[in-house]
Every structure is written in C-alpha cells, then in structure tokens.
C-alpha cells in the first residue's frame, strides 16, 4: 500500500500486475446497458402521462419542474443533508470506536467521513479507502479490520430499511395492495421481509458460537466480536436519518404537487433505497421502482433523480469545507506527497 517509513536493507518487491476477473468487463457493460432499459422504461411511463395530458415528455417534465415551489425544496434538502452528515459520521464513528479504534474522537471523525463524500462521487469503494488509510496511519489499524466494520455498517443499513419498510407495510398494507398493479408486492415485501428477520438472528447466532468455516474469515472480524446490542444500536443510531428522509420526501413531493401520504413513504421509501444500492449507475434501478410504486405519478422518477444528485453534490460540498483537514489527518501538515508517506 505504501512505503515503509522505517529503514530497511531488505530488497523492495517487484511491482505486481493488477489482475482482473475476466467478468469485469461483461460485469460493467451488463450494468450500463440494463441501466439504459430502466432509463427507457421509466421515459416511456412519462411519456404515456404525458400524451393523456397532451402534451411530450419534455414539455410534461418542464411543467412538473416549473410547478415546484423551490425555494422551499432547498429549505428542506440543506439542513436535512447537513443533519444526515452528523448522523451518519456518528454511527460511523461508534462502530469504529468499539470494534478498530477506542480512542479515536468525533471530531476526527468527521473531516474523515466528510473527504468519503467527495470520493464516493468517483466510487463509493474508493470512499471508504479515506476511512481505512487514517485507521491504518493513525490507530495501525489493518486494512482488513478496518474494512470488516463497513462491511458491517452495509448490513445493517439493509436491516434497517427493511425493519422500517415492513413497519410502513404493516400499518398501510392496503397502500401496498394498491401499488401491486404491476408487481405482486403485496406478496414480494413480505416473503423478503421475514426471510430477513428469520436470517439476522442465526447470522448472529452463527458469529456469536462456535470456531471454524467464515468465522475464521479476517476480514469478518467484527462480526465476530459484535454482540446483539451492537446490532440495536446501530439501527438505534441511524434510525434518525431514515425517519428524516421519510418526512423530508414526503415534504419534497408535496412541494411538486405529488400526493403522498407518510404512510406511504415508511413503507415504500426505503424498499427504493435497497433498490438505489444495486450496482446500476444513476441509481436506475430506483427510478423504475419510483414508476411501479406510484404508477398514476411517472415523472416522481425525475424528481428522485433530482433529489439524489442534490444530496450527494451537497455531500461532497461538506467534504470540501473538510478538506484541507481531512488533508492533514491523512496526509501530514504538508498535504499529499507522492512516494513515501510522511510520518507523524
């Protein structure tokens, strides 16, 4: 990864070839091209909109887009994304802190998570190296663990939406009959949903007891030594965020003369974020559930578009106020410096 900042006699490594699967290539063309069919699928639901209206899909969406009161969308979309920064740098920073780094302090924290947003405009991977680049300099925290905590992280944010969709779906599971138009999903979220809560407590279970198979896996490392309140807690202290985006998408689509209800957004909402996790570019695969769920609204794909670009462009402005500590946490007082990495 870097240079060793120690002398040593011993003979450097020859510089290796980077391997790549054979299936990178097909991988990312699949990706692109089943993004272009989300992306032609959800133009074609605006389109019939917009032709019962009269009118082309680019006049429809100028119409939707010029209905919405804006100055009240910024209102709501900038301190709901700098409230998100301090939560999620607050999850993050409690499960580093129990499983990599007891010492560590929030306010390192957050320049660190801060400089991740600029990064993951790139790829989100490539985040996610900011956070183990400062373990490993700062705390001598191996790459591994540091990777095995965000990987921990991931899943619980699965098990969060899911949690808060399928209390959204239980207290409006007629709005999901309702939206089962196209899919059965009536049938789809539940069947998902206990298959989840049936999995979590044998995943534990399975880390909790015993020695051998993927226990013994480093980079699992903090499944291992999580316990059951660590999986609470961890839903406990992001649940702010997802609850925030309810009430803010609910808001937002207000403002775009789109009628939805909370009710609505628990149990939908967070069924469209897994769906943005897939690794599809643009989040398209969000887009067409947006078009599925709320079939009489086709152009509320464009307005989640919107509203995704927004919050991760804000996010990266926040990293940029960071930067230049987030520089000097990473990289030294002096900033990068190419070849061997400074000590301190």
Same mark, same amino acid.
């Given at each position: 990864?870097?240079?060793?900042?120690?002398e040593?006699?011993?003979?450097? *490594?020859?510089?290796?070839? $980077?391997?790549?699967?054979?299936?990178?290539?097909?991988?990312?063309?699949?990706?692109?091209?089943?993004?272009?069919?989300?992306? /032609? +699928?959800?133009?074609?639901k605006? *389109?019939?909109?917009?032709? $019962?209206?009269?009118?082309?899909?680019?006049r429809?969406?100028? *119409?939707?887009?010029?209905?919405?009161?804006?100055?009240?969308?910024?209102?709501?979309?900038?301190? /709901?994304?700098?409230?998100?920064?301090f939560?999620?740098?607050?999850?993050?920073?409690?499960?580093? $802190?129990?499983?990599?780094?007891?010492?560590?302090?929030?306010?390192s924290?957050?320049?660190?998570?801060?400089?991740? /947003?600029i990064?993951?405009l790139?790829?989100?991977?490539?985040?996610?190296?900011?956070?183990?680049?400062?373990?490993?300099?700062?705390h001598k925290?191996?790459?591994?663990?540091?990777?095995?905590?965000?990987?921990?992280?991931?899943?619980?944010?699965?098990?969060?939406?899911?949690?808060?969709?399928?209390?959204?779906?239980?207290?409006?599971?007629?709005?999901?009959?309702?939206?089962s138009?196209?899919?059965? #999903?009536d049938v789809? +979220?539940?069947a998902?949903?206990i298959?989840?809560?049936? /999995?979590?407590p044998?995943?534990i279970? @399975?880390?909790?007891?015993g020695?051998?198979? #993927?226990?013994?896996?480093?980079?699992?490392?903090?499944?291992?030594?999580a316990?059951?309140v660590?999986y609470?807690?961890?839903?406990?202290?992001?649940?702010?965020?997802?609850?925030?985006?309810?009430?803010? @998408?609910?808001?937002?689509?207000?403002?775009?003369?789109?009628?939805?209800?909370?009710?609505?957004?628990?149990?939908?909402?967070?069924?469209?974020f897994?769906?943005?996790?897939?690794?599809?570019?643009?989040?398209?695969?969000? +887009?067409?559930?947006?078009?599925?769920?709320?079939?009489? @609204?086709?152009?509320?794909?464009?307005?989640?578009?919107?509203?995704?670009?927004?919050?991760? +462009?804000?996010?990266?402005?926040?990293?940029?106020?960071?930067?230049?500590?987030?520089?000097?946490?990473?990289?030294?007082?002096?900033?990068?410096?190419?070849? $061997?990495?400074?000590?301190?």
């Open positions: 990864m870097s240079e060793e900042t120690s040593d006699s011993s003979p450097p *490594e020859a510089p290796r070839e $980077r391997t790549r699967s054979p299936w990178s290539i097909p991988f990312r063309v699949a990706t692109w091209l089943l993004a272009a069919g989300c992306f /032609y +699928l959800v133009y074609g605006i *389109e019939e909109a917009a032709a $019962r209206d009269g009118l082309n899909a680019w429809y969406l100028v *119409e939707f887009f010029g209905e919405a009161d804006w100055v009240f969308w910024l209102a709501l979309m900038i301190p /709901y994304s700098v409230f998100f920064f939560v999620d740098s607050h999850v993050t920073w409690r499960v580093v $802190r129990w499983f990599n780094a007891p010492d560590l302090k929030f306010t924290m957050l320049p660190i998570r801060a400089s991740a /947003y990064l993951s790139v790829n989100e991977q490539v985040g996610k190296g900011a956070m183990t680049l400062y373990l490993l300099r700062h925290v191996p790459g591994w663990r540091a990777l095995s905590s965000m990987i921990l992280l991931g899943l619980m944010e699965i098990f969060q939406l899911l949690l808060f969709s399928a209390i959204g779906v239980a207290l409006s599971f007629n709005l999901v009959v309702e939206a138009t196209q899919w059965p #999903l789809i +979220l539940p998902v949903m298959f989840a809560f049936v /999995y979590l044998l995943h279970a @399975y880390f909790r007891t020695e051998g198979g #993927l226990r013994e896996k480093p980079i699992l490392t903090a499944f291992r030594q316990r059951p660590h609470f807690l961890i839903v406990l202290f992001k649940a702010p965020n997802l609850i925030g985006a309810v009430i803010v @998408y609910t808001f937002a689509l207000e403002l775009f003369q789109v009628d939805v209800s909370l009710g609505q957004m628990l149990a939908f909402l967070p069924v469209i897994l769906a943005a996790a897939l690794p599809l570019p643009f989040h398209a695969g969000a +887009l067409v559930l947006w078009t599925v769920l709320f079939p009489d @609204y086709p152009e509320v794909a464009a307005f989640s578009f919107v509203m995704h670009t927004f919050f991760v +462009l804000f996010n990266a402005a926040i990293g940029v106020l960071f930067l230049p500590r987030a520089n000097r946490e990473l990289f030294g007082v002096g900033g990068f410096r190419v070849g $061997r990495l400074p000590t301190g």
